[in-house]
Nanobody
Framework: QVQLVESGGGLVQAGGSLRLSCAASGRTFSTYYMAWFRQAPGKEREFVAAITRSGSGTATADSVKGRFTISRDSAKNTVYLQMNSLKPEDSAVYYC????????????????WGQGTQVTVSS
């Protein structure tokens, strides 16, 4: 099991940028596939981005492609989500997730979750 703590959320105007961080502890970070999901009020949790164990492979949802970038720093046991050109529809609670076995787009493939960080984009 790995413990995950997100940070970096906040209130930003449309067109602005934020960088979310997710610090991992408890197990060897490099053995985990990592991902970001988000959930807006009244909506299901949705996939945002994922990254392989080495960081050499990434995937992003079509809704954020070209605007959001996932990365990881193994020396710091941290995964990041750089969010640019933010839109009001990006407003949600953003969750970091970890999986030892799956590089996937579905939340049920991930075993460990952070508490979430709120992102609010004003128009």
């Amino acid at each position: 099991q790995v413990q995950l703590v997100e940070s970096g959320g906040g209130l930003v105007q449309a067109g602005g940028s934020l960088r979310l961080s997710c610090a991992a502890s408890g197990r060897t970070f490099s053995t985990y596939y990592m991902a970001w999901f988000r959930q807006a009020p009244g909506k299901e949790r949705e996939f945002v981005a994922a990254i392989t164990r080495s960081g050499s492979g990434t995937a992003t949802a079509d809704s954020v492609k070209g605007r959001f970038t996932i990365s990881r720093d193994s020396a710091k046991n941290t995964v990041y989500l750089q969010m640019n050109s933010l839109k009001p529809e990006d407003s949600a609670v953003y969750y970091c997730a970890a999986s030892e076995n799956y590089y996937a787009y579905v939340s049920r493939s991930y075993d460990d979750w952070g508490q979430g960080t709120q992102v609010t984009v004003s128009s």
